[in-house]
């Protein structure tokens, strides 16, 4: 094994960064209130949870009321469904999403369509975009709720957000994104953009795993999934995760004061990546060019498994991706990959770089190198 280690795997986890370690680390110890209880251990509790609340509403342009943490991105997204599926069943039962949503989506939507409702998965062209005129198409009078990724996990494309939005404040019906690979990357603002219900995650901005958020706007009428002692305004009830929560603010905090220059610095690196790849003889960039996550590679090449290329590169010290983390371990090509008109072969053969605020120019000259490298050895034994 390599001594190197570069970390290119971001979309699936992020590191905790060193200042949210230390942030949550008192949350652990001395300050291990539950936040319910209304002595000084709780009420400290209490202030470090609601203080947080502010943070992540401040960045989101909502109101602190309007946040409710979660265990991540996975719930978030089944409490925005399924709550709002049920509470609103009396209007309709009808629910529009798109063919390249994570499966904390997709399930989600299989589940309900278990349970009486419908749901039009919405086709996206060949850079991973939905088409806007084709949702607004597919709106009948029984539509609750429109639930479009704000940027794809898989080819990193930016949905377009604003006008999703404007549709659906039109046909006044709810707008849910799944935002957890924007959320702290690229700007967004649920007023600008008229979004009704947002979900992201800490673990995918360099905050710990098992915490997220919903973000709900006021009056929307929603159910709750977890029923119990009534936290988070009834809508999720548990005791709150005190040392993710003020761990997942702080990395709000650090990335709303880095996100725009991290971006650029980001772009850069990226752009080069792509460049670079596009060189090698039948590589393909998957997704759209411009409208694209800061951090976000993936790119097809002719004749070679993404999977002998992530153990080649793996060996050298190198964590890449091949389709998303949660589809390698089946052979069925991944779902955002065959939506955007990709072959199983090509689709197999896929590899997705996500970067990240450690990567540097350097690290990014050896990856290049040795994905290079690698690739002719892998063709002169490959009988392409
Ligand atoms: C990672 C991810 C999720 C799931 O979030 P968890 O916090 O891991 O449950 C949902 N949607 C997208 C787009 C993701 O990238």
């Known amino acids: 094994m390599s ?121 996206v062209d060949k850079t991973g975009l939905i088409n806007t005129e084709q949702l607004e198409k597919a709106i009948t009078k029984d539509t609750i709720l429109v639930s479009i990724m704000f940027a794809n996990n898989e080819i990193g494309t930016i949905e377009p957000i604003e006008e999703i939005g404007k549709i659906c404040k039109k046909h006044k019906i709810y707008f849910h994104t799944d935002a957890v690979q924007a959320f702290g990357k690229i700007p967004i603002d649920i007023k600008k953009m008229n979004i009704d219900l947002l979900s992201a995650s800490s673990h995918k901005l360099y905050g710990p795993k098992g915490i997220g958020l919903l973000y709900i706007k006021q009056d929307v009428k929603i159910e709750p999934i977890t029923h119990g002692g009534g936290h988070e305004s009834g809508l999720r009830s548990g005791t709150e995760n005190t040392s ?10 650090l990335a709303d004061k880095n996100m725009k220059k991290e971006a650029e610095r980001e772009i850069r690196l ?62 069925k090509p991944s779902h955002v990959l065959t939506a955007i008109g990709l072959t199983a072969e090509q689709s197999h053969g896929s590899l997705r770089i996500t970067l990240g605020k450690d990567n540097t120019e350097q690290d990014i000259d050896y990856v290049l190198e040795q994905l290079k490298k690698i690739i002719n050895s892998l063709r002169k034994i490959s009988p392409w």
């Open 270 to 331: 990226r752009d080069r990546i792509i460049k670079e790849i596009l060189k090698i003889e039948g590589a393909k960039l998957n997704g759209h060019g411009t409208q694209r996550l800061p951090n976000n590679i993936n790119v097809s090449i002719k004749g070679i498994e993404g999977e002998a290329l992530l153990i080649r590169l793996n060996d050298k010290g190198m964590a890449v991706s091949t389709g998303s983390a949660c589809s390698t371990k089946s052979l």
């Open 3 to 123: 001594k190197i280690k570069i970390y290119l795997d971001h979309a699936a986890t992020t590191p905790v960064d060193s200042e949210v370690l230390k942030a949550m680390q008192p949350y652990f110890s001395e300050k291990f209130g539950n936040a319910s209880s209304l002595h000084s251990f709780g009420q400290e509790a209490r202030q470090a949870v609601e203080n947080s609340r502010k943070t992540a509403a401040k960045f989101l342009n909502a109101k602190p009321v309007e946040i409710i943490f979660t265990s991540g991105g996975t719930e978030s997204d089944n409490l925005a469904l399924k709550g709002i599926a049920f509470a609103n069943k009396n209007r309709g039962n009808h629910i529009i999403t798109s063919k390249i949503e994570h499966p904390a989506i997709l399930k989600p939507c299989e589940w309900l369509e278990k349970h009486c409702f419908k749901v039009t998965y919405l086709d």
């Open 244 to 253: 993710g929560i003020v761990g997942f603010a702080k990395a709000i905090e």
